[in-house]
């Protein structure tokens, strides 16, 4: 297989490529199930350790690990490099925390692939975890000033004083917020308002989520997770895949965010909340060689964009920006792919984007173009499942859509190009290119 060469725009100067060897996973469990009882760092442990085993990786000292989680403990603020400790990496490895929403591994990936299209290192792991089962739960600021003024206090009479005026109210926890802080609206809502501009019908959702079920479940008959999937907690699959779902079983779910007639989001063609983790070894084409490891993939592009949600833009519709500025710097159209993995958050929001892109106002007004970008041939999306399908561990999505796409490219006749595509909370999304 022959590495591309890419050269840095501007300078003349040749990148090295960056090799992708493989992805793996753990299975994604729906929250408070499988994994209720494990933690960020145990399952990005896991991962980490099987990918060492895996690649061979005992005693390697690699360039960097790159990981991180949406939901974290703070407990948790050295949580890639305690991760690589748990690992049989040699403990010179060095590492970053980083977190971009959903994007999360997916932009641990680009940062590495920089690093070594650059020279700058050799090797690195990009990986995500997360886990809805093990939120942290806070009090109010007024208890938790309480508490922190009883660790200042040295006599029982100052720590009985820390208490005077409380009441059991301040007890009452305060989770997580689901919902955009400048809009107060949850992604859910937010994907609702988009499915409406764009006219996205209950019917069309749901036809793609059962295909991204059935599609998920074609390739666990053929084997095609075999080697992605890393047993954890006893569990060997994705445990949200409904394999015998129908368009006619989906339409007969009531709506989740928008209650009212006008509603078309439910359960069934929005992701569940899940807990898992995935990685994914990146590296270039020589430390490759020099282990005997087959590449699967080459990563050659990649943007990130975002865009104004609380100007109005749809939240999740970044992507659409992101793979224009792309496609544009490396001189493709968006039907120059044989495989388009778009992470599905909501099955609406896939639909969003799918028809921004073919919409010539859009395209002219948000996204610089004198014409739409145009049609994508369905059949080449998300043919091995996506989200909807195996789950949505925030942080791990990316990660996983990279491993899964890498292998897609490898057990192509000729190889090909693939799109990744992942929207993010903040109105921010990620796409990259990957080659064979």
């Known amino acids: 297989m022959t590495s591309p060469s890419t050269t840095l725009p501007g300078s003349g100067r040749t990148l090295r490529p960056v090799a992708i060897v493989g992805g793996l996973r753990t299975p994604f469990c729906r929250s408070n199930t499988a994994y209720a009882d494990a933690s960020n760092l145990s399952m990005l442990t896991t991962v980490l350790a099987g990918m060492v085993e895996r690649w061979g990786l005992d005693g390697a000292r690699l360039g960097e690990v790159n990981a991180g989680a949406v939901i974290t403990h703070s407990r948790d603020w050295n949580l890639a490099r305690e991760a690589v400790l748990g690992t049989g990496l040699d403990a010179r490895t060095p590492a970053l925390t980083l977190q971009q929403a959903c994007g999360t591994s997916l932009q641990a990936a680009l940062v590495a692939g920089a690093k ?41 009479s100052a720590k009985l004083s820390v208490f ?74 994705d445990n949200n895949l409904r394999p015998d779902t129908s368009v006619e079983a989906l339409a007969g779910l009531k709506t989740a965010y928008d209650k009212s007639d006008t509603g078309t989001l439910t359960a069934g063609n929005s992701t569940p909340l899940t807990d898992g983790a995935a990685g994914v070894l990146l590296c270039s084409e020589a430390w490759a060689r020099e282990r005997g490891l087959t590449v699967q993939a080459w990563l050659t592009h990649s943007a990130t964009a975002a865009v104004d949600f609380v100007g109005g833009a749809g939240l999740l519709m ?88 890498a292998k897609l490219l490898e057990e192509r006749d000729g190889g090909g190009k693939g799109l990744v595509s992942v929207c993010t909370a903040g109105g921010m999304g990620l796409t990259a290119v990957l080659e064979r």
């Open 116 to 156: 070594i299209a650059t020279g700058q290192i050799d090797s690195a792991i990009a990986a995500g975890t997360d886990t809805v089962s093990d939120v942290p739960i806070v009090f109010s600021k007024k208890f938790a000033r309480r508490l922190v003024s009883l660790g200042k206090a040295r006599s029982a």
């Open 164 to 237: 005077k005026g409380f009441g059991p109210k301040e007890l009452a926890p305060l989770p997580p917020s689901v919902a955009e802080p400048r809009t107060l609206l949850s992604m859910g809502q937010h994907c609702e308002l988009m499915a409406r501009r764009w006219s996205i019908s209950r019917e069309a959702q749901d036809t793609l989520a059962a295909a991204s079920h059935h599609n998920a479940a074609a390739a666990y008959e053929r084997g095609f997770f075999d080697d992605l999937l890393l047993p954890c907690e006893g569990v060997l699959r």
């Open 318 to 405: 970044a992507p659409t920006l992101a793979a224009s500025d792309m496609l544009t710097r490396a001189n493709l159209a968006l039907q120059d792919f044989d495989l388009y993995e778009i992470h599905e958050a909501f099955a609406a929001q896939v639909l969003c984007t799918l028809a921004a892109w073919e919409d010539e106002r859009y395209c002219r007004e948000a996204l610089g173009r004198d014409a739409p970008m145009g049609v994508i041939d369905r059949a080449r999306i998300n043919v091995a499942g996506s989200s909807l399908a195996v789950g949505h561990p925030f942080a791990a999505t990316g990660a996983r859509v990279l491993g899964t796409l």
